[in-house]
Structure formats: structure tokens, C-alpha cells
């Protein structure tokens, strides 16, 4: 929503919004809710879109019919080529990675969980395939070791808006045909097999590997929290498994003498061995249970050297 903000208040012509259907809410999902983009437009005096799908005829003849000479596209679904080849500029993508590299669903996640030290904004014209159009700019962002997804998702949607606005700049500019850039090509060239995907997550995907180094679990956690959370499940004899959500921790030189996925804990403090050093847990979730940090978590356990994780 920050990028159409920047567009109102910088007094172009948004002729027409397109968002996501309102969502059912509630209990027994009774309640439409719309999103955050769509109460805003409406607030503007915006029209607004809400295709059930994008080939819908009603909806591309709708689309058509404001007569868009360029179209932006920020997080939201793959479009057919009916509608973003309808402009006479064009359609153009806000996407949250340094192209080639995290094309996908997730490229915040993915950045942070693979340690990267910085990301960045580009935008490029979309074509048939899913992030491989023509880049139009960049812009970097540097991501501190202890960010999380919501620190740079925060920044990225602000650098997301200057992009937007600088973007269009430059094609009104060239009079709609800027000069663009082929990805993979020249400074954007990326040797055989080492491209980074930024793959749609699932439940699965957030489970913690204890067999891997303290850092890395270090970054696997920050790069999924706070939502969807990366998750273990702590495991005791005799006891039913419980799933733990862990959001926040630090990195220690501590060697990790036991096996990985161990509990040890002081009054304090709680770690978890990794592959090589012990890591500590700051701030987590027991299933059923409220987000605490980690003495709320300890005074309320006992014996957690009989507890692993896996």
C-alpha cells in the first residue's frame, strides 16, 4: 500500500486499483474483510477491482476500459498476458530482491535465511514468465545481522515506493521505452547454477535442522519471523510432543558438547545445541501458549535436560 500511497501524494493519475477479493472473517467466516489497499482507495475515491480471476472477461474489459497507459504491479498474483501487454507502456513489477537472484514467492525470507548481508528493490516489465522481464532499476538494501523479516520488509516497502516513482520518471522520460537491462546480463550475469530462488514457504519448510551450524539456524529463524515462524518440536519420554515457535535468539561462542537439538538451561538462560556452538533462545511459543522470552519459558518447565528438540 506504501507505493500507492506514494503515487496519490505524488499527484499521478490512478485511474484504477486492482486488489485481492475481500476475504471471509469470522467464525464462521460471515464477514467480508477488505484489504488494506482497498479501504484506502475507496477513501481516495479510487475505483477499485477485485478479480476472482485475471482472464475473467468482465474484469479485462473493465481494466481496459481506463485506458491505462502504464500499469504497476506490487505483490500481487502472476498475471496473464491479456492484461499486462494492454498498456501502451506497459506493465511493471516492484519486486523485493536484487533480479536475477530470489525470483519467487519469498525473496525476504530466503535472503535472510541464506545470510545475505544486503537485498534491494528492482523494478522490470513483466513478461510470460514468472520474474525474468527486463530490469529497469535497482535500488540496494543493506540487512543488519540481527533483522528479521519484519525489519526488512519495512524497509523494502518504502525503498518499493521511491522505486515506483522513480521508475515511472524515467519512462515518461524516454516517452514509454526506457532503457532496460536483459537479466543474467552484463553486471546482472550469474555463473551456471548458482541463481537463488526465493521459493514459495510452507509449514514444512520452517521446521529447524539442529544439525546444522549455530549461525545458520541463526539466520533460518530471524528469516521467518515473526510470521510464519520457524518451528521445532521439543521432545521428552514419555511425554506427548509439543511444537515450539521460536522467533528471536543469539548467536554465542559456546561450544555445543552435547547433541544437536539438546536443551541446556541456567535460571536465565536457554540454549539449544547446534552443530557446533549452543544457541540461545530469547523469545518463543509453546503450542496453545502466548509469544514469551525465555525465563517466562523456564519457570514454567522442569527437568528440560530430558528435553531435545527435532
Avoid at 80 to 94: D, I, K, L, R
Avoid at 118 to 146: C, K, N, S, W, Y
Avoid at 149 to 154: I, K, L, R, T, W
Avoid at 257 to 282: E, N, S, W
Wanted: charged share 20%; aromatic share 8%.
Amino acid at each position: 500500500m506504501e507505493t500507492l500511497k506514494a503515487l496519490v501524494d505524488n499527484q499521478f493519475n490512478v485511474v484504477a486499483v486492482v486488489t485481492q477479493p475481500d476475504k471471509p472473517v469470522g467464525r464462521h467466516g460471515s464477514v467480508l474483510q477488505p484489504s488494506a489497499v482497498k479501504q484506502y482507495a475507496l477513501e481516495k475515491g479510487l475505483p477499485v477491482l477485485q478479480p476472482e480471476k485475471m482472464k475473467d472477461p468482465a474484469f479485462v474489459e473493465a481494466l481496459r476500459s481506463y485506458r491505462a497507459n502504464l500499469q504497476v504491479v506490487v505483490a500481487f498474483r502472476m498475471l496473464p498476458e491479456v492484461v499486462w501487454a494492454m498498456p501502451e507502456y506497459g506493465t511493471f513489477n516492484v519486486h523485493a530482491a536484487l533480479l536475477p537472484h530470489y525470483r519467487g514467492a519469498a525473496p525476504i525470507n530466503w535472503a535472510i535465511i541464506n545470510g545475505e548481508t544486503e537485498t534491494g528493490v528492482t523494478t522490470f516489465f513483466l513478461d510470460h514468465d514468472i520474474d525474468t522481464g527486463r530490469i529497469i532499476m535497482q535500488l540496494p538494501f543493506a540487512i543488519p545481522d540481527e533483522a528479521d523479516v519484519e525489519f526488512v520488509y519495512d524497509g523494502l516497502m518504502h525503498l518499493g515506493a521511491s522505486i515506483c516513482l522513480l521508475t515511472i520518471d524515467r519512462i515518461i522520460a524516454a516517452g514509454g521505452h526506457p532503457e532496460t537491462w536483459e537479466q543474467e546480463s552484463g553486471e546482472w550475469r550469474v555463473e551456471s547454477g548458482e541463481l537463488k530462488a526465493a521459493p514459495k514457504i510452507f509449514k514444512e519448510t520452517c521446521q529447524i535442522v539442529w544439525s546444522k551450524t549455530a549461525k545458520q539456524v541463526y539466520d533460518f529463524i530471524r528469516g521467518l519471523s515473526p510470521v510464519p515462524g520457524a518451528w521445532t518440536t521439543l521432545s521428552r519420554s514419555g511425554v506427548k510432543d509439543t511444537v515450539l515457535k521460536i522467533f528471536k535468539t543469539t548467536k554465542t561462542t559456546l561450544p555445543a558438547t552435547v547433541q544437536p537439538g539438546q536443551l541446556v538451561a541456567d535460571r536465565k538462560h536457554l540454549f539449544i545445541a547446534c552443530a557446533d556452538y549452543l544457541l540461545q533462545i530469547d523469545e518463543l511459543q509453546l503450542a496453545g501458549k502466548k509469544r514469551m522470552d525465555a525465563p517466562s519459558f523456564l519457570n514454567g518447565m522442569k527437568d528440560l535436560g530430558d528435553y531435545s528438540a527435532k
